[in-house]
């Protein structure tokens, strides 16, 4: 059904894969993401992702801001998300939070702020 990879080449970022091979050994690594459960495994296993995450650190659903997933997240977790609404839902729910700002300079003022992903070891 969902056959054409090429499709989600552009969804991710040059810097995702030379970090996520920073970090992999590191970390426990795991995915935190709004959606149809099916259709992000196949993306994510498209692009060649999975193997990089730990299948107990999954979390695909369909509202991130909810108190039934935050029960879920361990609480020594470290978010990074695109949604400034969501890392300050988190940062609130005391789960430490990095806003990844690609849109502009803008800093926030409820949570950790990385511009790149390529900042992120940086501050961990």
Not at 14 to 23: A, D, F, G, N, S
Not at 34 to 47: A, I, P, R, V, Y
Request: charge should be positive.
């Amino acid at each position: 059904m969902l056959q054409n990879t090429h499709i989600y080449n552009v969804n991710v970022y040059k810097e995702t894969l030379e970090v996520l091979e920073k970090l992999k050994d590191k970390y426990r690594l795991g995915i935190y993401s709004e959606g149809t459960k099916k259709f992000q495994n196949h993306k994510f296993k498209s692009l060649g992702l999975n193997k990089y995450f730990d299948k107990d650190l999954i979390f695909i659903v369909d509202a991130k801001d909810t108190k039934e997933v935050l029960e879920k997240i361990p609480k020594d977790a470290i978010i990074v998300d695109d949604k400034e609404t969501i890392c300050e839902f988190l940062t609130k729910n005391e789960i430490r939070a990095i806003w990844l700002n690609r849109k502009d300079n803008r800093k926030s003022d409820k949570c950790e702020t990385i511009y790149s992903l390529f900042e992120l070891p940086v501050i961990l």
